[in-house]
């Protein structure tokens, strides 16, 4: 059973920066799709980011492009959201998602339904 754990969320002034770490446990991460999702209040989830297994191939909602990177270091089973020039509509949940299934394509995935385990979720809150 993989264990997903978000961290690094926090308040921040618009414009700022932070970074988001998921870290997972089990021994077959690095042939995990991940993706990053996030969740405002009176909102639906919504995706943000994903990558593949090896970080070649990453894709992004429109919203973050050119200001979030999604990146991962298997080595350390984690999975980072570096978000630059933030802004209060980024405040949500942010969770991150894994699909258990190996997976050694270039695939990313961009719908909740295609991930498989959750993390608890990170709370940023960007004020202005």
């Known amino acids: 059973q993989v264990q997903l754990v978000e961290s690094g969320g926090g308040l921040v002034q618009a414009g700022g920066s932070l970074r988001l770490s998921c870290a997972a446990s089990?021994?077959?991460?690095?042939?995990?799709?991940m993706g990053w999702f996030r969740q405002a209040p009176g909102k639906e989830r919504e995706f943000v980011a994903a990558v593949n297994w090896n970080g070649a191939y990453t894709y992004y909602t429109d919203s973050v492009k050119g200001r979030f990177t999604i990146s991962r270091d298997n080595a350390k089973n984690t999975v980072y959201l570096q978000m630059s020039s933030l802004k209060p509509e980024d405040t949500a949940v942010y969770s991150c998602?894994?699909?258990?299934?190996?997976?050694?394509?270039?695939?990313?995935?961009?719908?909740?339904?295609?991930?498989?385990?959750w993390g608890q979720g990170t709370q940023v809150t960007v004020f202005s």
């Open positions: 998602a894994a699909r258990t299934a190996t997976d050694y394509s270039g695939s990313v995935y961009l719908n909740g339904y295609e991930y498989d385990c």
């Open positions: 089990g021994r077959t991460f690095s042939s995990y799709a």
